[in-house]
């Protein structure tokens, strides 16, 4: 049952608009108003750590903050 909900949320946050909206609407810390979110960019799920690990993510965004 776990696996039906990942994917329907990885596919709503795979989404800027709803990836937006969730961090506007449950991450309560002044800087998410700093996000310039028409910069944010989605990365490739999959990397290698710093401890020489193979890693794969959901769903990995790199923000930019407004200057």
């Given at each position: 049952m776990r696996q039906i909900h990942d994917r329907g949320y990885k596919k709503l946050f795979s989404n800027q608009h709803f990836f937006r909206q969730l961090l506007e609407s449950f991450v309560a810390q002044t800087w998410i108003s700093e996000i310039d979110f028409n910069q944010c960019e989605?990365?490739?799920?999959?990397?290698?750590?710093?401890?020489?690990?193979?890693?794969?993510?959901?769903?990995?965004?790199?923000?930019?903050?407004?200057?």
């Open positions: 989605k990365l490739k799920k999959s990397f290698i750590n710093p401890h020489y690990k193979e890693t794969e993510s959901d769903i990995l965004y790199k923000v930019k903050f407004k200057q």
